[in-house]
């Protein structure tokens, strides 16, 4: 039996995919993209610099991480702020220690209740990322388009205004977005987003706004709070990426990208703290790796281009 010819007049049934966000690249086939120094691996650090609100909205979603147990949740509220008070300065004093910069993907309500951590970020001259409102402000499809509008635009305005720059990042709570949020960044002027996890390399959305890809399986949360795996072997994951992607470089050509994702209340822990800054100080002694920040990075995509 012949298939009916009016099965392929569906617009999305078609070669690649069934949305024009961005074409179907494989990374082989695209201009090789070069780092600063003529690096192989470029690492990324970016924190999830986080305020969890002690009550859950759960509209449209309740937001990775959040309170479980019924409210006040005190157990799962102060286990969060550990991170702002402690774990966080660990991290910073981490990164001084290696002598590399990071992005930290901030809330804004960190900015509003904590101007002194903002500051302090600024001073040790890091990339601030905009990380939506709170924890309760997550997007999806059935957020509308007015009210997601406005909480991109007042997490970059508040942002703005503490820290003296307007972020040029944007990372969605639980990498969620909607149909319109690639759209809704591109008109708030966000240069590049780093929810999409499908690459290892940046890639452009057909709109302009750059996507780099913060990959979920190398982060901090999944392979040391979901998988209960020990830090030992988180840093010795993190080093075999590395050395698989600098040996990959070497022999196909162009650069390549490790993004490092931390949560300070997970890896600022005293019992893990030491062996992450082993972990930095073993990424900086290879002569194949760059640290750059989110800007950098589209700095250097951009050059290649």
Same mark, same amino acid.
């Given at each position: 039996?012949? $298939?009916? #010819?009016?099965?392929?007049?569906?617009?999305?049934?078609?070669?690649?995919?069934?949305?024009?966000?961005?074409?179907?690249?494989?990374?082989?086939?695209?201009?090789?993209?070069?780092?600063?120094?003529?690096?192989?691996?470029? /690492?990324? $650090?970016?924190?999830?610099?986080?305020?969890?609100? *002690?009550? #859950?909205?759960?509209? #449209?979603? %309740?937001?990775?991480?959040?309170?479980?147990?019924?409210? #006040?949740?005190?157990?799962?509220?102060?286990?969060?702020?550990? +991170?702002?008070?402690?774990?966080?300065?660990?991290?910073?004093?981490?990164?001084?220690?290696?002598?590399?910069?990071?992005?930290?993907?901030? !809330?804004?309500?960190?900015?509003?209740?904590?101007? =002194?951590?903002?500051?302090?970020?600024?001073?040790?001259?890091?990339?601030?990322?905009?990380?939506?409102?709170?924890?309760?402000?997550?997007?999806?499809?059935?957020?509308?388009?007015?009210?997601? %509008?406005?909480?991109?635009?007042?997490?970059?305005?508040?942002?703005?205004? @503490?820290? &003296?720059?307007?972020? =040029?990042?944007?990372?969605?709570?639980?990498?969620?977005?909607?149909? !319109?949020?690639?759209?809704?960044?591109?008109?708030?002027?966000?240069?590049?987003?780093?929810?999409?996890? !499908?690459?290892?390399?940046?890639?452009?959305?057909?709109?302009? /706004?750059?996507?780099?890809?913060?990959?979920?399986?190398?982060?901090?949360?999944? *392979?040391?709070? /979901?998988?209960?795996?020990? @830090?030992?072997?988180?840093?010795?994951?993190? $080093?075999?990426?590395?050395?698989?992607?600098?040996?990959?470089?070497?022999?196909?050509?162009?650069?390549?990208?490790?993004?490092?994702?931390?949560?300070?209340?997970?890896?600022?822990?005293?019992?893990?703290?030491?062996?992450?800054?082993?972990?930095?100080?073993? $990424?900086?002694? %290879?002569?194949?790796? /760059?640290?750059?920040? &989110? +800007?950098?990075?589209?700095?250097?995509?951009?050059?290649?281009?």
């Amino acid at each position: 039996m012949s $298939l009916d #010819p009016a099965y392929l007049e569906y617009p999305r049934r078609r070669h690649g995919y069934d949305h024009d966000l961005y074409p179907w690249s494989p990374l082989k086939d695209r201009k090789p993209i070069g780092w600063p120094g003529e690096a192989k691996v470029a /690492v990324w $650090l970016v924190v999830s610099l986080e305020w969890f609100p *002690i009550t #859950p909205s759960d509209t #449209p979603f %309740r937001a990775p991480g959040h309170m479980q147990t019924a409210y #006040p949740d005190y157990r799962h509220y102060t286990a969060r702020e550990y +991170g702002t008070r402690v774990g966080f300065y660990r991290l910073l004093d981490a990164f001084a220690k290696a002598r590399v910069k990071a992005s930290i993907a901030t !809330n804004s309500a960190i900015a509003e209740r904590y101007p =002194q951590i903002i500051a302090d970020i600024v001073a040790a001259g890091h990339e601030i990322i905009a990380h939506s409102t709170d924890m309760n402000g997550t997007i999806a499809s059935t957020l509308p388009e007015a009210d997601e %509008r406005a909480l991109i635009r007042q997490s970059l305005d508040t942002l703005e205004a @503490v820290s &003296g720059t307007r972020p =040029q990042g944007w990372h969605s709570i639980a990498r969620s977005q909607s149909w !319109n949020t690639p759209n809704l960044l591109r008109e708030a002027g966000v240069r590049y987003g780093c929810d999409w996890v !499908n690459d290892e390399l940046p890639y452009r959305f057909t709109n302009g /706004v750059l996507n780099i890809p913060l990959n979920h399986e190398l982060s901090d949360r999944q *392979i040391l709070t /979901v998988q209960q795996q020990s @830090v030992d072997s988180y840093a010795r994951q993190m $080093l075999d990426a590395h050395d698989w992607l600098a040996a990959e470089s070497m022999r196909e050509g162009g650069g390549r990208m490790l993004p490092l994702h931390l949560t300070p209340y997970i890896m600022g822990l005293p019992y893990r703290i030491d062996a992450f800054e082993q972990l930095l100080a073993d $990424l900086t002694a %290879r002569p194949s790796t /760059v640290f750059l920040s &989110g +800007g950098a990075i589209c700095d250097s995509f951009e050059e290649s281009e």
